[in-house]
């Protein structure tokens, strides 16, 4: 009921190509889904998020595209480059209940730009 | 320092020792939360800390972990008779609140191994 899938499990793009992450959740009481990015040796950073009421949000190259009836969402990174190279999860969390900040994260993506 | 510090950045201890994880949260950060992340996995939500209290200690995977924030700012995270399976990066986060939707704000970690 809590989990949140994340395919695939690692990503090779060349540069200037989209990148896509797809996640699958199961807890209806999920509301507010962000994404992020982690560099190695690094915490994980928010890249963008998004809440139901909405099908898509963009910001710069990053646009998160969001399907409530199929509990799909998915990040698509537009013109990627080398410097996008690092581990995504997508994450889910009931912020309309206890916290927002008490989230469930994906697996995690690998991805790699080619130059 | 501007960010979420946490210390000590690296661990080694030995089955059965007790240790303890620092979390020094961005000034006037009421939220504090603490992650654990294994090697190729998604961060697992451990507990959160909405000012000196502890709101949600439902992660916490047994006895043996504990975790204070005494003066609503510093929190420790306290691991007794650790095992080889406790060996993780722990991650601290802090947000400005719990119920908005706001950014959480991730250290580097603290990485114990357990010989």
């Known amino acids: 009921q809590q989990q949140v899938k994340q395919s695939p499990q690692s990503l090779i793009v060349q540069k200037g190509g989209i990148s896509i992450i797809n996640c699958a959740y199961e807890?209806?009481?999920?509301?507010?889904f962000p994404w992020y990015q982690q560099f190695p040796g690094k915490g994980p950073a928010l890249l963008i998020a998004i809440r139901p009421d909405v099908s898509e949000k963009k910001e710069g190259r990053f646009t998160i595209s969001f399907n409530k009836s199929a509990k799909q969402f998915s990040l698509h990174i537009m013109d990627s480059q080398p410097g996008d190279s690092a581990t995504y999860f997508c994450a889910a969390s009931n912020a309309g209940g206890t916290s927002y900040g008490k989230l469930t994260f994906g697996q995690g993506t690998i991805l790699t730009v080619h130059p | 320092g501007a960010g979420v510090s946490q210390t000590p950045s690296n661990k080694v201890t030995e089955k059965g020792k007790y240790v303890e994880l620092r979390c020094d949260p961005i000034s006037g950060h009421t939220a504090l939360y603490w992650y654990r992340q294994s090697l190729g996995q998604g961060p697992e939500f451990l507990i959160y800390?909405?000012?000196?209290?502890?709101?949600?200690d439902s992660g916490l995977p047994n006895d043996r972990f504990f975790a204070v924030r005494p003066e609503g700012s510093v929190s420790t995270l306290k691991i007794q008779r650790t095992e080889r399976g406790d060996s993780a990066v722990y991650l601290c986060a802090s947000s400005l609140g719990t119920m908005n939707t706001g950014e959480l704000f991730f250290g580097e970690g603290s990485r114990l191994t357990v010989l």
């Open positions: 807890n209806t009481a999920f509301d507010y």
């Open positions: 800390f909405q000012g000196t209290g502890a709101a949600d």
